[in-house]
């Protein structure tokens, strides 16, 4: 499961628990765990499924219905407004910090220093953020989210998306040509080639071959799911390949 939907089902198990006027020790005595160790499930980024449904279990609630009534259902993701668009557009580090502080949920200081930003610039962004939405100023240090949801929809035709196709083949490049790079990484090291117009439309046959063969892999694992009437929660590669420098030219199958 990806981090991020991780997170966010465990932020609806806490309201759960609030709504029920349940305490961390209250769950632990059901599990079997004590209130530390509860704690440090719902202090995680990132978790199992069997994590999740063992808590579900505990609680009288299925894991399908847990998903079924998350706000990450994917009608309820906002799409970025044009000004947001724009305002990313031309501020990066703001997106950077959006990822920090929105999705991955880190304290506003992790969030800075994750995102290198100084305090002028972090200042900067925060009354942005404020203005659109996403955050509500509390004491010093600290901002609550308002935002509905882990992450926002990128507008296709916005300003923003080609800014962000840029910056992740960058930092892909900076990854990969690191000499902190693990080795096997570098498998895939980039050079600059010049391709012609025959091996250019190559390229996209071979990129499409591969999804079509993801597709039919997917359509079994589907019917594997509704078999044992397990829930789906995502599919990774077309995800990746769509918010990709490659997004333009390969779209991912809508079939399943």
């Known amino acids: 499961m990806a981090s991020h939907e991780f997170r966010f089902l465990m932020l609806d198990l806490k309201k759960i628990l609030k709504a029920r006027g349940m305490t961390y020790q209250d769950l632990g005595k059901k599990l079997k ?19 999740l449904t063992r808590i579900c ?28 668009d724009t305002y990313f557009s031309e501020n990066y580090d ?20 994750a995102s290198g930003l100084t305090d002028k610039a972090l200042e900067k962004h925060l009354r942005a953020f404020v203005k659109f939405g996403f ?6 240090g600290k901002v609550r989210i308002t935002l509905k949801g882990l992450t926002a929809r990128i507008p296709r035709d916005g300003k923003f998306r080609p800014v962000l196709r840029e910056n992740f083949t960058r930092s892909l490049l900076e990854k990969m040509l690191s000499p902190e ?11 600059g080639w010049g391709l012609s117009e025959e091996n250019t439309q190559s390229l996209k046959h071979d990129l499409n071959s591969l999804l079509s063969t993801y597709d039919r892999l997917s359509r079994r694992d589907c019917a594997v799911i509704a078999a044992n009437k397990l829930v789906r929660v995502s599919l990774a590669l077309p995800v990746l390949l769509y918010d990709s420098p490659y997004g333009r030219d390969f779209q991912p199958s809508s079939k399943a």
């Open 181 to 191: 790079t693990n080795p096997e990484w570098k498998i895939f090291e980039t050079r």
């Open 94 to 113: 703001a997106f950077l910090l959006f990822g920090e502080l929105i999705s991955m949920r880190r304290s506003l200081k992790e969030a800075q220093t």
């Open 135 to 140: 955050v509500e100023r509390q004491a010093p």
């Open 57 to 84: 279990s505990a609680l009288e609630i299925s894991f399908g219905d847990l998903v079924a009534a998350s706000k990450f259902s994917s009608n309820e993701i906002p799409t970025l407004t044009d000004e947001q």
């Open 33 to 51: 765990l004590s209130e530390a160790g509860v704690k440090r499930i719902f202090q995680c980024k990132d978790g199992k499924i069997s994590t």
